[in-house]
């Protein structure tokens, strides 16, 4: 996270420059023989970062399926390949001579991307010296939300809170020893927030999970869903500064057989509603560039809508990766003639 945070942050810059480029992912949604209440998705996103030397493109072919827990409708991803395995892919490609470089699952840095996004926001949104945190959720997401807030701030009072008992106390222990630091399990969200300097949602609950009573001056919020799902709408007035990650947000969502499950559940994490409210907000990279004036006290409250999941924030990712694990010997070679063609495409 270390090495990701900075890179991400450097990413952004060039974007809003101009000198990177994305293109919003597309899904195709289907109906899927693995079971009746299920849905097929095939998602793709991709970005190139000349500055880097890289461009990438994200793969995924997933089962889908979207149960109820605690009282909360979650969309959750089914293992259902051979050995019960998901299926994401990462291709990096050079920017120099078109050259496959790098081939692997995207699960790890799917989650780091998201984490390092978050701490950039913060770093940038955060009031200065910020010290308390707490993660509103004890999944994947969640440890990568920390781990990011981690890499950026001195913390110095860690807490989490989720519905789960036993999901909690894991996260508490393991991301404890996993940072050296302390990590206090609450059974009550309210008491969680009291008196954070920031509160990182990172749930995949489609309902709200951070609501109004529990916000104070000074408070910055971060979260993963689209167009905010995890604050509940009564605190949006309460709130003096958001910040979007980028405007165009609205990816191609491709239905068959009419399987429209609705976009509240089957197009969760596909982007945000597009409407004057979100329209006027400023975007990360232009608080980062000054573009916007962004926190102008200690006493305002902000929150970051991580909208949007990029093609591009995995260039940024592969590009680390890559030259890392090179340097190290890590992974296998795969000749580039299998990736590579005679013929003129």
């Known amino acids: 996270m270390e090495d990701l945070v900075p890179a991400i942050e450097e990413a952004y810059l060039e974007l809003i420059e101009g000198r990177g480029a994305n293109r919003l992912r597309s899904d195709i949604v289907t109906p899927t023989t693995y079971s009746k209440d299920g849905l097929y998705a095939l998602k793709s996103m991709d970005g190139v970062i000349p500055k880097f030397g890289v461009g990438a493109i994200r793969i995924n072919s997933d089962i889908l399926s979207f149960p109820e827990e605690d009282g909360l409708m979650r969309r959750v991803k089914i293992p259902a390949a051979p050995n019960r395995r998901y299926v994401g892919l990462v291709l990096l490609f050079s920017t120099h001579d078109g050259a496959p470089l790098l081939i692997c699952p995207d699960g790890v840095m799917q989650h780091m991307r998201v984490g390092a996004t978050s701490a950039v926001a913060a770093k940038h949104m955060a009031k200065k010296g910020s010290c308390i945190a707490t993660i509103v959720g004890s999944g994947w997401q969640a440890r990568t939300q920390l781990r990011g807030l981690d890499a950026v701030f001195d913390l110095k009072d860690i807490r989490v809170f989720s519905p789960n008992g036993q999901n909690r106390e894991r ?7 996993a940072l050296g630091k302390e990590v206090k399990s609450y059974q009550s969200g309210a008491q969680a927030c009291k008196g954070a300097d920031i509160v990182a949602c990172a749930t995949n609950a489609v309902q709200p999970v951070f609501f109004k009573e529990w916000l104070e001056p000074g408070m910055h919020i971060g979260t993963i869903r689209p167009a905010a799902t995890e604050v509940e709408r009564p605190a949006w007035e309460k709130i003096d500064l958001f910040a979007v990650l980028d405007h165009h947000d609205a990816p191609e969502i491709i239905y068959s057989h009419a399987v429209r499950v609705g976009e509240d559940i089957a197009g969760q994490g ?7 409210f ?10 980062m560039t000054g573009r916007h004036p962004g926190r102008t006290s200690d006493t305002q409250v902000t929150c970051f809508l991580n909208n949007l999941g990029m093609g591009y924030q995995f260039a940024a990712a592969g590009h680390i990766v890559y030259r890392k694990a090179r340097a190290a010997g890590i992974g296998r070679e795969l000749p580039t003639d299998w990736f590579t063609e005679t013929v003129h495409p």
């Open 270 to 276: 596909m982007g945000m509603a597009h409407d004057e």
């Open 171 to 177: 996260f508490a222990r393991e991301m404890g020893a």
């Open 278 to 287: 979100h329209a006027s907000l400023p975007s990360l990279p232009m608080i």
